[in-house]
């Protein structure tokens, strides 16, 4: 019988230690929600909520990162609870220069340094799985080398099967929405996101995807200094985009159509969406002196969907802007859901028109009129949840989860900026000359590019 290797029971040590850290904060957060309803009593979704927050915040990694996503996924979590979530501070403890040395020795090999002209010791950035270092290339050129802690498989398995058995609680007492496809994306995506070199891969296809776009910007990967735990891309230089909130309202409109063309032009024409609009992972790139667009930083969790789905998307787009029940029933057919009602059907619409309202009106007007950038979809998604309750259950289909997340992190955006545009002339010309079979070329030209 094969004995396991030194790194393979290490791997095991770790996830084991992780699971029991998890299992001990979580575990008392679930025990105590079970309880209560489980005697009858009333629920306490703030102090649950805060209890969860804190727990998940003294454990940064992975599963911070898990509960930060499910926060700005529409009603899968009670309102309380994803208001605590979504304060939690995505940044965790950076590693220090004597354990980023050993790191990128690990990466690179013993003579790393040499292969490099420069590189910062203290960190640009620290985030759930990783931090990014400044260097330069032997030729002076900046650098951004994302470099990911260790052992962070093993706390993503471990946090993750923590993930399912919170979602299975949730099922057994809310069974409005089956959570379990969510689970399965959520997953997938976040296990994705450990591939530094899949990662190197999305940023060619974005590359190839935003060429000729002015507006974006795209690093370059350096192969030679990057592994699948080591990514270095061009440094490229910009503002945060909240310090441009008080911007000239020209300015910050020009940002936006930015924000919106790198979001919906890789979407409509190739079937692949970034999923994590996040405003840290967009930095602002000036011309002459003046905010002219973005940079588009991280990769690590993009999306690619069959040309069908998309498909799905423009038609229920005109099936809502001509009052055609067939192509909204076709829509959502073709992107997965089952067992649809007349009921049903209305219900999944109140969502619809309002992630369409500002497509379907053509003026000039703000994403949403009075709305805080926090609570986006918030009071849309408890009037589509309660509605469930009563008509549903339904399963969500995983592609969905993305989709949905995007666009409302892309909403939010908008409403930090105040931007005012047409948006229903943006996305026309976004779909201007669809077809699903057009969409599947570029999509499949593009992945061969990028070696997907």
Known sequence: MQQPSDREKNRFSARA????????????????????????????????????????????????????????????????????????????????????????????????????????????????????????????????CKLQYPDMQSAVEADLQQLQWLLAIRRRFDSAIDTSEIGKEIGARVREELDYRREAKHVKLYRTMLDGVDCVRVPCTWPELSTGRLLTLDWLEGSRMLAHKNDPLTARNRLATAMFTAWWFPFSRFGVIHGDPHLGNYTVFKRDGEPAGINLLDYGCIRIFAPKFVRG?????????????????????????????????????????????????????????????????????????????QKGPVTVPREFVFMDRAAIGLGAVFLHLRAELNFYRLFNAAIENFSMERVGKRQAAALAVAGL
Request: aromatic share 8%; charged share 25%; hydrophobic share 45%.
């Open 17 to 144: 230690a992780r699971y029991a850290r998890v299992s001990a904060n979580v575990g008392g957060v679930a025990a105590r929600y079970a309880g209560r309803r489980f005697l009858g009593g009333e629920p306490d979704r703030m102090g649950e909520a805060t209890a969860l927050a804190s727990a998940l915040g003294n454990l940064k990694g992975p599963l911070m990162k898990v509960a930060q996503l499910m926060a700005t996924v529409p009603d899968l979590l009670p309102p309380e609870y994803a208001t605590e979530l979504a304060k939690l501070q995505s940044e965790a403890p950076p590693m220090g220069w004597a354990f980023v040395k050993r790191r990128m020795t690990a990466e690179l090999g013993p003579d790393w340094q040499s292969k490099f002209q420069s590189f910062e010791h203290r960190p640009a950035a620290a985030a759930s799985l990783g931090q990014v270092h400044r260097a330069r290339a032997l030729d002076g050129e900046p650098l951004a």
């Open 313 to 389: 998307v423009v038609d229920l787009y005109h099936g809502l802007l001509h009052g055609d029940d067939t192509l909204i029933v076709s829509a959502y057919e073709t992107w997965g859901f089952r067992r649809l009602s007349r009921d049903l059907i209305d219900t999944l619409n109140i969502w619809a028109r309002f992630i369409y309202a500002p497509l379907l009106d053509d003026r000039v007007r703000t994403i949403a009129d009075g709305v805080a950038p926090g609570e986006y979809g918030r009071r849309e998604a408890f009037r589509v949840h309660r509605a469930l309750k």
